[in-house]
């Protein structure tokens, strides 16, 4: 007769759970594993490229570097040709006068839209879509379009005017006086929608019962338009300025399209004696000097910008 013995399972043992530190360990990894893609990107695509324009504007860098890679550096020279250069003078001048009148304009056009269409109207909806189109169109198909329209023999705008009884033969983009003023005029068209977007936004945004308040108190319009929705559009009012700002002041495109800096560099800018220095003149050490006011110039007014929403944030 045999005789089984039965063993008793062996016990397993358990590992230790994490200890603190080990947790803080782990989710510090794992907030920078969703961190590094985003730092990668930004050091790949801007930090690097931001660099390279700063150094660049210190050595002699012409197209024969692209063939012998040789770049020697000349010190403060490329920045002292800049400055010293009249164009330079000009062109900031006209960038300031055109920075400044297209805020002006797509500011206050797009805040009467805003307010115009915040009442309930018929085809309220269908009129804001087609306002945004300017918007949508690609800048430069805007600027080749307004090309034709502004043209002094051919354009729609002087035939227009010519059927009216006034003059039809108004040099818009070829009289160095009125070139600067017609592309403001035509940056104003094509921000208006952004503008209007926005604060249309931030009008949704204001207490309904303010305005009862306001009524019930006897404010007339303008005296509730100042007393309330201004000082409540404020936020918004501050983002749309900055973005505006930081979108117009190097602006390339539009003024290639349309007058390419001409007549006389009436309306060469910074954004456009970058393009030329770099690509027309092949002086990448003069153009990187240029872009490099630019970006500092920008970057003044992102700083702006972050401590205003910091500030509203509190």
Not at 55 to 76: I, L, R
Not at 172 to 189: E, F, G, R
Not at 241 to 256: E, Q, R
Request: aromatic residues 12%; hydrophobic residues 50%; charged residues 10%.
């Amino acid at each position: 007769m045999t005789t089984s013995t039965v063993t008793a399972p062996a016990t397993v043992a358990q590992a230790p759970a994490p200890g603190p530190a080990r947790l803080r360990r782990r989710r510090r990894l794992a907030q920078w594993g969703f961190v590094a893609p985003a730092v990668v990107f930004m050091l790949l695509f801007f930090g690097y490229p931001l660099v390279r324009n700063v150094v660049m504007s210190f050595q002699h860098y012409t197209p024969k570097t692209f063939f012998t890679g040789e770049a020697p550096f000349n010190g403060s020279d490329n920045w002292s040709n800049v400055f010293r250069d009249a164009l330079f003078g000009k062109a900031l001048w006209h960038t300031l006068v055109f920075t400044a009148g297209s805020l002006l304009g797509q500011f206050c056009a797009g805040l009467a839209l805003a307010v115009f269409f915040s009442r309930r109207f018929p085809l309220n909806g269908v009129l804001r879509s087609l306002i945004l189109l300017p918007w949508l169109v690609p800048m430069v198909v805007s600027g080749i379009v307004w090309r034709r329209i502004l043209d002094q023999d051919t354009g729609v705008l002087n035939s227009f005017l010519g059927t009216l009884g006034l003059d039809g033969s108004t040099p818009w983009l070829t009289d160095p006086h009125m070139a600067l003023l017609s592309v403001i005029l035509v940056n104003i068209w094509i921000g208006i929608p952004f503008n209007m977007v926005i604060l249309y936004g931030g009008l949704q945004e204001i207490p309904r019962e303010l305005y009862e308040a306001a009524s019930l108190d006897g404010a007339s319009a303008w005296r509730t338009f100042r007393s309330v929705t201004l000082p409540m559009l404020r936020p918004v009012i501050t983002v749309v300025l900055v973005l505006g700002f930081m979108s117009t002041v190097k602006i390339l495109d539009l003024i290639l399209a349309l007058t390419d800096g001409g007549p006389a560099d009436a309306t060469q800018t910074l954004g456009t004696l970058t393009y030329q220095n770099s690509f027309v003149q092949l002086d990448f050490g003069a153009g990187a000097v240029v872009g490099n006011v630019l970006i500092l110039i920008s970057a003044v007014f992102a700083v702006f910008y972050l401590r205003a929403n910091r500030t509203e944030g509190k």
